[in-house]
């Protein structure tokens, strides 16, 4: 397709790449809502379509340069995703949430890691990290799900918490098979390659403590609302800024940010304020992500990709149950909280990069494509699984009254 950026300066590119980015994302979402699907499945499909790999409407070269608004993007998610980290919930329902999070990621990874090696003959470094990265779970789409169906309750403060702690768990068992991979290359396992990058996620997490009450001091009750939306996201942008220089996540330290932020201050308006800001971020996101897809590299996606894909879904599902059981949830939590862990994307992709480099290129590229690849669908039928969740949990406010209505007609029905 024709380059229609061809001759244009840096500054022209970049605002008319941005123009067609949000063009597209609005435009395919008036199709997916047709379907009845979530907004973030037809973000991911404008991003394929327009993509470097499909239609070439925003070239590779400009969708590279696109790579900083996932760091943003994670930023804001996980601030949000603090706000369900309040002292009096994680006091009575701490362990559950710890308990069916380390169920479900640890038996996600462990049947993935198991299945790549003994069904599909892979080799063990690249099986021991796929199954690493199956353990995340992506609460961007999530998020977004939630919020665009006004879905409350107890069913979703459990799902926000266990889908941030499940980054916490990713990172931790990234960090240990990295090392064991480094280790078996080098012929050296120290505990410094272990314990540097806990080491660094540590300091963040601290960080994102200390920039709370930075925050809390400087939003004093006389300070206009601009100025309280400008000063969360400069200290946002820096936390993420600092995390990237030492190549670490932001979601960790933004996460304990927002926690600590309103645990300290009760100031919820804040977050409502930053939700209002924060649409056309999450479509840039979502969209950039779904250009990183090579449709062609789906032809080498195959039978061990498709085995990735489904072995993860059956271990979150599995691991999700178990964790239930154990801790004595509900019915429809047991019965429907798997299927809202589906999603995978931000942080799993970040660590399919570091995770390529690790590897021999020939592995480390065969990594990278099924994390990709895997990703998009996950996005894609992820949103549409967490809203099928949210609605047979009950925690879609449309729902119940659809469901009281059709149980009353039905009672009617019957005494007639």
């Given at each position: 397709m024709f380059d229609i950026f061809s001759g244009l300066n840096h500054e022209v590119t970049i605002l008319l790449a941005l123009t067609i980015i949000l063009c597209a994302g609005f435009l395919v979402t008036r199709l997916t809502k047709l379907l009845h699907l979530p907004n973030v499945s037809g973000y991911i499909l404008a991003g394929i379509l327009i993509g470097p790999h499909l239609l070439?409407?925003?070239?590779?070269?400009?969708?590279?340069?696109?790579?900083?608004?996932?760091?943003?993007?994670?930023?804001?998610?996980?601030?949000?995703?603090?706000?369900?980290?309040?002292?009096?919930?994680?006091?009575?329902?701490?362990?559950?949430?710890?308990?069916?999070?380390?169920a479900e990621s640890l038996t996600a990874g462990v049947l993935v890691s198991t299945a790549m090696s003994l069904l599909f003959h892979f080799d063990w470094k690249l099986s021991l990290l796929l199954g690493?990265?199956?353990?995340?779970?992506?609460?961007?789409?999530?998020?977004?799900t939630i919020h665009q169906y006004h879905a409350r309750g107890e069913f979703v403060n459990m799902l926000l918490q266990v889908v941030a702690l499940d980054d916490v768990v990713c990172l931790l068992v990234f960090s240990?098979?990295?090392?064991?991979?480094?280790?078996?290359?080098?012929?050296?396992?120290?505990?410094?390659?272990?314990?540097?990058?806990?080491?660094?996620?540590?300091?963040?997490?601290?960080?994102?403590?200390?920039?709370?009450?930075?925050?809390?001091?400087?939003l004093r009750p006389g300070r206009s609302n601009d100025n309280?939306?400008?000063?969360?996201?400069?200290?946002?942008?820096?936390?993420?800024?600092?995390?990237?220089?030492?190549?670490?996540?932001?979601?960790?330290?933004?996460?304990?940010?927002?926690s600590v932020y309103l645990?300290?201050?009760?100031?919820?308006?804040?977050?409502?304020?930053?939700?209002?800001?924060?649409?056309?971020?999450?479509?840039?996101?979502?969209?950039?992500?779904?250009?990183?897809?090579?449709v062609n590299a789906l032809a080498t996606f195959g039978l061990a990709g498709i085995g990735y894909f489904l072995i993860r879904i059956a271990g979150k599902y599995a691991g999700s149950y178990l964790g239930c059981l154990i801790t004595r949830t509900d019915r429809l939590t047991r019965d429907y909280f798997g299927a809202a862990?589906?999603?995978?994307?931000?942080?799993?992709?970040?660590?399919?990069?570091?995770?390529?480099?690790?590897?021999?290129?020939?592995?480390?590229?065969?990594?990278?494509?099924?994390?990709?690849?895997?990703?998009?669908?996950?996005?894609?039928?992820?949103?549409?699984?967490?809203?099928?969740a949210l609605f047979r949990s009950g925690a879609i406010e449309s729902h119940k009254t659809n469901l009281s209505s059709f149980q009353a007609q039905t009672e009617q029905s019957a005494a007639k």
């Open positions: 070439n409407i925003i070239p590779e070269t400009v969708a590279e340069g696109m790579d900083f608004v996932a760091d943003i993007a994670l930023a804001f998610i996980a601030f949000g995703v603090g706000k369900f980290f309040k002292k009096d919930v994680l006091r009575t329902g701490g362990t559950k949430i710890l308990v069916i999070t380390i690493a990265i199956a353990t995340a779970t992506a609460p961007a789409s999530t998020m977004m240990i098979a990295s090392a064991a991979v480094n280790a078996s290359d080098s012929g050296i396992f120290t505990v410094s390659s272990i314990l540097l990058p806990l080491l660094y996620n540590l300091v963040a997490i601290v960080l994102g403590g200390v920039f709370a009450f930075i925050l809390a001091k400087l309280r939306l400008i000063l969360v996201i400069a200290m946002l942008l820096g936390l993420s800024g600092l995390c990237a220089l030492f190549d670490i996540s932001p979601l960790l330290s933004c996460m304990v940010f927002g645990n300290k201050t009760e100031d919820r308006e804040l977050f409502h304020q930053l939700t209002n800001f924060t649409p056309p971020v999450m479509s840039i996101f979502f969209i950039t992500s779904g250009m990183q897809l090579d862990l589906v999603p995978q994307a931000g942080v799993a992709i970040g660590l399919a990069h570091l995770g390529q480099r690790i590897l021999p290129t020939n592995i480390g590229d065969i990594l990278l494509t099924m994390i990709l690849a895997s990703s998009v669908l996950y996005e894609l039928i992820g949103p549409a699984c967490a809203k099928f």
